[in-house]
């Protein structure tokens, strides 16, 4: 796993890079320690940051690299991103005010819109990652969706809940309108699409040595979302979401930016 671990010096990069750290010693492949200095004050910060996360892994990763870009922290990373390609990056979680906020939009706002990378954004202070919450809305995005979680599963030892929300449209017109109201247990063993892909999760997730389950909440999405997350007190929630083109690029409002917003915990963002 080709990991890419950023920081612009602050102190919630500095949460993102002991998280991703995490991970990367599991992996034990390629890291590349990214600092962006978005200012000259930035420079010392960064610079110390990035030497002792590599003082960190050097026995654990075989090959690290550090780079070092100047200017927008959101932009550098995508630039870093598009330029070689990662199968994770990280970073933390550090919204802009005002103007500023306006024009660009949140560093995290950002990467989640544009990243084609599997992106893993740190917030709050998560020491390990024991349980992860995969929320999936079906069809091959939402296996894509528990194949990349569950990676990070099998890596760091977790226990996985694959949750469906059943909202109050089914996943196709000629479903069974009876079925949005069915239990987990009932879904999964119907015929029915929601509990054939919840099924084939389950399959990904014990080919990958990961311990999984299956959920359905009943209501709207996001709310489930964090209302499972709360209660069963997840380290990561992992979603899904679409690449931003054309107009979409200015005025995207989505599921995964409510959840990125509203989320207590790290969000891995998957393509």
Do not use: W
């Not at 075989?62 to 932009?75: D, M, N």
């Not at 740190?122 to 194949?147: H, N």
């Not at 239990?183 to 990904?204: F, P, Y």
């Not at 380290?235 to 690449?243: K, N, P, R, S, W």
């Amino acid at each position: 796993m080709k990991i890419l671990l950023c920081t612009d010096g602050s102190k919630h990069a500095g949460e993102a890079l002991r998280l991703g750290a995490l991970i990367a010693r599991e992996a034990r492949d390629q890291v590349t320690l990214l600092g962006v200095i978005e200012r000259d004050d930035d420079e010392r910060k960064v610079t110390r940051m990035l030497e002792r996360t590599s003082d960190a892994l050097c026995e654990d990763v075989p090959h690290i690299e550090t780079v070092i870009r100047q200017g927008h922290a959101a932009e550098e990373i995508l630039k870093e991103a598009e330029e070689n390609q990662y199968d994770l990056v990280v970073a933390g979680s550090r919204g802009r005010r005002g103007l500023t906020r306006f024009l660009l939009g949140s560093t995290a706002a950002r990467l989640a819109r544009y990243c084609t990378s599997p992106l893993l954004i740190v917030k709050g202070k998560r020491r390990r990652l024991d349980k992860i919450l995969i929320c999936t809305a079906g069809a091959e995005a939402g296996e894509r969706d528990t194949e990349v979680g569950g990676r990070v599963a099998a890596l760091t030892a977790a226990s996985v809940t694959v949750l469906h929300v059943m909202s109050q449209l089914p996943l196709c017109l000629e479903a069974d309108l009876t079925d949005l109201e069915e239990t987990c247990e009932k879904l999964l063993q119907s015929g029915a699409r929601e509990g054939v892909h919840l099924r084939r999760d389950l399959q990904i997730l014990a080919n990958l040595g990961v311990k999984g389950e299956a959920k359905i909440r009943h209501g709207l999405v996001v709310d489930e979302i964090f209302a499972e997350a709360k209660e069963g007190d997840y380290d990561l929630i992992v979603t899904g979401a679409h690449v931003a083109t054309g107009l979409q690029r200015f005025i995207l409002k989505n599921t995964t930016e409510e959840i990125l917003l509203g989320a207590q915990r790290p969000v891995l963002v998957v393509r």
